[in-house]
């Protein structure tokens, strides 16, 4: 749902997807093949939130600040599944994983992996292209070339995802059996433990 606020009215450009389950509300840009999943809550009550070209905001994320302050997450950056951003600006082509927390006046530098259920303190600046783990977050190592192709080809998946949501998500009623003609899908992407083989 889209929700004005004090005269406020979230801006969404066409290409992109906010999941009817989702609330945006207020003074929120959101640019072009981004995506954002049931669940999530993106507030521009208290101050502006910028999201630029192909960012995702994935299932039950919370994106906020305090009163007066406003955030850009960056070109690309992708926020994994119940990740809260609270008043921080995250890079271009950064992941976020999922459960992360990252506080206040925090910035995540480009091209950064900020590992599930890290933990990062207000004011806290993370240079580019670090990998990101813990709690209280610590840069553990540098994010290689590789590992910078996975989590971008990872990123891909859902800029596609707005224009099949667009195209083919419907509510429906549920079937009561399975098809004989049902088929699974197929594998485009490699999981983490496929990534760290090779």
């Not at 406003?70 to 992941?95: D, F, M, P, W, Y």
């Not at 890290?118 to 292209?129: G, L, N």
């Not at 596609?160 to 949501?165: N, S």
């Amino acid at each position: 749902m889209i929700y004005s606020f004090k005269g406020y009215i979230p801006v969404v450009h066409e290409s992109s997807f906010v999941h009817p389950l989702a609330a945006v509300t207020g003074n929120v840009i959101i640019g072009k093949n981004c995506y954002i999943g049931p669940g999530a809550a993106i507030r521009g009550d208290w101050g502006q939130i910028i999201l630029e070209d192909g960012v995702n905001v994935q299932e039950n994320c919370t994106v906020h600040m305090f009163p007066g302050k406003s955030i850009t997450l960056k070109e690309s950056a992708h926020v994994g599944h119940g990740a809260i951003i609270h008043g921080a600006n995250l890079g271009r082509n950064c992941l976020i994983g999922m459960n992360t927390v990252i506080m206040d006046d925090a910035v995540i530098g480009d091209e950064s992996i900020v590992g599930a259920m890290a933990f990062v303190k207000a004011e806290t600046i993370i240079p580019k292209r670090s990998l990101v783990v813990g709690n209280p977050a610590k840069v553990i190592k540098d994010v290689t070339d590789d590992m910078m192709a996975w989590k971008t080809k990872g990123t891909q998946l859902y800029q596609q995802l707005p224009a099949d949501c667009h195209e083919s998500l419907k509510e429906v009623e549920p079937l009561r059996e399975v098809s004989k003609e049902r088929i699974l899908q197929e594998g485009v992407y490699d999981t983490l433990r496929d990534f760290m083989k090779k």
